[in-house]
């Protein structure tokens, strides 16, 4: 019988992660970060969260953070139950940054024309609700198409954007990501600073708060994923079977795209 007191990617272990986070770096956003000009602290944690699935997750995930001090970066998708207004400007009015987790060129089916124009619209929805400064790609994994490749052609900054979270961030950074519920998982396809070798790995959620303590690291980049951090036994077991359920999905796409 499940315990779940000892599970990882719960909403008490996402608590304990903050905890760690506060005690050892000074968080910044995105925008922050790409506005430094170098005038960064000593250490410090880029805490981002993508929300693919529901919003109100990400509710939660805020509510914790702004606890411990720890000023986050949100990129939502502008899909139904995710794009809800309420809940981002609740999350903005909490100090958190609002981006937009976009992924035109993929719906539109590798149509470059389409996609910038759902882009332009899309991003003057965003600022209809809230500020608009960076952005971050959805991985749309069972997609052939990478939605970075949308600005081999185009330039988000004539849109009014100053970076791309993955593009913009440079390679020195220690980057960490949920995807695959694991950390820096083998079943994650796209979520990675292109051109950066992985150097550090963690497979719980436990060993990753114990490099935090180490001190090791000077700078920390984390992409979570708000709705994989449940607070149910239920809950945790239906996003446990899903990730499965993609990993395996996954592992088929990596062994065709071979």
């Known amino acids: 019988m499940l315990n779940f007191q000892d599970l990882d990617f719960t909403t008490e272990k996402f608590r304990q992660l903050c905890s760690a986070l506060a005690e050892n770096y ?4 995105i925008e922050q970060y790409l506005n430094s000009e170098n ?4 250490c410090f944690v880029l805490m981002r969260h993508d929300v693919d699935g529901k919003a109100k997750p990400s509710l939660r995930t805020a509510l ?3 606890e411990f001090d720890i000023h ?9 139950n995710i794009y809800v207004p309420e809940i981002i400007q609740q999350i903005e009015g909490m100090g958190h940054e609002i981006g937009y987790h976009y992924e ?3 719906d539109a089916k590798g149509d470059y024309e389409k996609a910038i124009k759902m882009f332009e619209e899309e991003v003057n929805r965003f600022r209809g609700i809230c500020t608009l400064k960076t952005i971050s790609m959805h991985g749309a994994s069972l997609s052939k198409f990478d939605n ?3 600005w081999k052609k185009y330039d988000f900054k ?8 993955y593009l913009s961030l440079g390679e020195k950074l220690n980057y960490f990501t949920d995807t695959g519920r694991g950390w820096n998982s083998k079943y994650n396809l796209r979520d990675f600073i292109p051109g950066k070798k992985q150097k550090y ?7 990753l708060i114990k490099l935090i303590n180490s001190g090791e690291l000077d700078n920390l980049y984390i992409t979570l994923h708000p709705d994989r951090w449940t607070s149910t036994t239920f809950r945790w077991s239906l996003f446990w079977f899903q990730d499965l359920a993609f990993n395996s999905t996954k592992r088929a796409l990596r062994m065709m795209r071979k």
């Open 26 to 29: 000074t968080s910044i956003t």
């Open 39 to 42: 005038n960064l602290p000593e």
């Open 64 to 66: 914790i953070e702004k």
């Open 72 to 80: 986050a970066t949100y990129y939502f998708r502008a899909k139904k």
């Open 104 to 106: 035109t060129l993929s």
């Open 148 to 150: 970075r490749d949308l």
């Open 158 to 165: 004539d849109f009014g954007i100053i970076g791309e979270a």
């Open 201 to 207: 790995f963690a497979d719980t959620t436990d060993e």
